[in-house]
């Protein structure tokens, strides 16, 4: 982001994440989340509605163009108070048409009349997004959209410029199915979409930002499902004891904690540096590696939670299946480890040729 | 039902070959290959073909009705079934209680349960689990009191597997709290009907009512509904068949696993990448090695040896290598890793049915934790 050069970020991110609680309710509870899987696309309009209330659209609209062109540190303070809750809401993607569209974001998003989501990916496994326009149409699919059965709008991004179109347009279908969250992912089929396209240099960073603030959100689940799970091997006993006494359990719960905090220095560092200039080629790589090791982070607690809470852990009663079931669905967005992997291991013979 | 062959004593070949041929011509209209268990309404066709045939319980002698197969052979069977994809039936009956009762039981326990488990009229559920007894099992305190002529249960079992299909269930209960944990407990037999008893579904991660908890409130059952003596429960349980253990760690689930990874991997257009090679590679390794540690398990079987505490490492291997598989099959998924069904409705195709359908294998039957404290002890022998 060129924004936040504020050097009141700490102080906006404490006022973000107080006015979250409006979501996220404070003592973890996820009775709301729980009720609303499995119910359409899974997610409630009245909390979008509160989300625009509370300006999450404008996070990335400068404020010259009537936003609070917050930068990367308050986001992911945010994002991470959001993945505590395990919000199912697609406030991020809400995030990324504000940033394409800055002053051309609908009026009715910014008052929560209208959701908008961003339709970027071309195809499963990969991070490409210029596909989708045909001369002056939209023709292709956009992949990975969480929640568009529910949406009003799209911001549909090409190499042609960015369309914005709602859900009815003619010659737009979507392709839905249910993910183990409780929520959908789906697919925009287009067959000629008659658009208007918006040019937009900057896409790629909004993808890294979005990355990074994706890399929040499970730094947020992981965190939380740690908490449930030692707070299970502080209270179940076996044997006489707590089995958080047992080391075999400490050692791994120990592991845990390091790879948390791993991950947490690595996105505050990258925030950091994104919202004090760094180059293109800086914030790919942070991106890239933030959300590589949150999304080993949370696969990591997930398995190990399960475990850790016995048979407990195989049921859908318990909360820490939650976690389990949106690490599953969320870890892969924005990039695979492997797929992470891959690219910054292209970038090493790029580093060598400079 | 005319007498069965000695399938002893045919060679391991032909006797495949009989295998394969009665479950191609006998399964009968319902799922094959699926990942979570099928319901008594729904798998009982396939238990009555097996009951018609006498196959519904291998291991039992023959004289009481079973196959009276030996080790190796047996092995041989569920191999064959497990290759066409045969569901696996309500074998709760048919492998722990049967065998249970054939050690333990009295002649008249005998004479009444075992005919029932071979004709399908009654369906077990295992109620040894309790909310505060998990892998410290002997901490039970479901309670059974004797009065008169009958015993007189209160308590509550949890996690048995479809408990909701079964009409009997066998569990665990206190009869002395007296005395030390392991010396107060006896092995009941109590109808599912019987007044008193109720029980709650309870949902998995994958959404599905596989176990459910059981409530006893004032349940009555005669005094000769218990398996062995008085406060000597904790010895007719402990009593699982020797080849169980060794099966439970079969490199198989894991084999075939790793045949789904590949199909997963070429959908995703990850099958030609160096890297993940690198990594299926030694995934198919701990596979091939698993498949060697365990020959020598079935040997010692073959030659009547006995089987230590040792046999626990096949379990550890085979369930954390099963996850291990299922992980990469997550990560190679990609974005597809979240969904629910299956995509293109290829279930070999749906990395998260293997991954939750893995979690469970390193809980049950001894959790991966609890075996690894006894080979410690057992078989490293190191202090305490
Ligand atoms: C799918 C499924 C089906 C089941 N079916 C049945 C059934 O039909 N009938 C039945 O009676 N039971 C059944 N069970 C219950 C099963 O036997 C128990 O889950 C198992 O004994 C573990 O107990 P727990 O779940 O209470 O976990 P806990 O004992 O509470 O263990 C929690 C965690 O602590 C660890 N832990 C405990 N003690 C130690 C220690 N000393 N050292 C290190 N770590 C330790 C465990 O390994 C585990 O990771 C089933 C369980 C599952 C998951």
Known sequence: ?354 | MTALPDYNAMSDAEFRRTVRTFVETNYPDIPRYSLSRLHWDEVKPWYMVLSEHGWICPTWPREHGGMGLNAGKHLILIEEFERFGAARVNDIGPVMLGPLLLKHGTEAQKAHFLPRILSGEDVWAQGYSEPGAGSDLAAVRCEAVLDGEEWVINGQKTWCTLGMDANWIFILARTDKTVKKQAGISFLLVPMDAQGVTIRNIENLELEAEFCEVFFNDVRVPADHIVGRVNDGWSVAKALLGHERVFIGAPRLSAAALSRLKRIAQRAGAWDDPVFRDRYVALQCDVLDLSDLFETYVDRLRDGREIGADVAMLKIFQSELYQRISELMIQVAAEDAGLRHAPEGDRQLHAAATYLSARPTTIFGGSTEIMRNVLAKAVLELPS
Not at chain 1, 94 to 119: C, K, N, R, S, Y
Request: contains cysteine; glycine residues 10%.
């Open chain 1, 1 to 354: 982001m060129d924004g936040s050069m504020n050097e009141d970020w700490q102080e906006n991110a404490r006022m973000i994440v107080e006015s979250a609680r409006a979501v996220v309710p404070a003592d973890g509870a996820l009775d709301r989340v729980r009720k609303a899987r499995f119910d359409g696309a899974g997610f409630d309009r009245a909390v979008m509605q509160q989300a625009a209330e509370l300006g999450w659209p404008l996070m990335w609209i400068g404020e010259e163009a009537g936003g609070l062109g917050l930068g990367l540190r308050e986001t992911c303070a945010l994002m991470e108070v959001l993945g505590r809750g395990l919000v199912p809401e697609p406030v991020l993607s809400t995030m990324m048409a504000g940033a394409l569209l800055q002053e051309a974001l609908p009026e009715t998003v910014m008052t929560g009349e209208a959701v908008i989501l961003t339709a970027w990916q071309d195809v499963t496994g990969a991070l490409d997004w210029q596909g989708g326009a045909k001369g002056d149409l939209l023709i292709g699919t956009k992949v990975n959209l969480r929640g568009a059965v529910e949406a009003d709008l799209f911001a549909i991004v090409t190499d042609a410029g960015l369309a914005v179109v709602p859900r009815s347009a003619e010659g737009l279908t979507i392709e839905t199915a249910e993910t183990l969250d409780g929520g959908t992912m789906d697919r925009l089929h287009m067959t000629g979409v008659a658009a208007d396209f918006l040019p937009c240099a900057r896409v790629e960073a909004v993808l890294q930002d979005a990355t990074l603030a994706h890399s929040a959100y499970l730094l947020g689940l992981a965190d939380r499902a740690l908490e449930i799970t030692l707070d299970y091997l502080r209270v179940r006993k076996q044997f006489d004891r707590p089995i958080g006494s047992f080391q075999s359990l400490q050692h791994r719960a120990t592991e845990m904690k390091i790879q948390l905090e791993l991950t947490r220095a690595a996105i505050a560092a990258t925030a950091r540096r994104f919202d004090t200039g760094a180059d293109a080629a800086t914030r790919a790589a942070g991106a890239a590696r933030c959300k590589l090791r949150a999304a080993e982070l949370a696969m990591l607690v997930a398995r190990e939670a399960v475990q850790m809470h016995g048979a407990m852990g195989i049921t859908d009663e318990a909360d820490i299946g939650l976690f389990v079931r949106k690490a599953m669905t969320e870890a892969n967005l924005f990039g695979s480890p492997r797929q992470q992997r891959r690219m910054l291991a292209t970038r090493l013979d790029q580093e060598e040729a400079a």
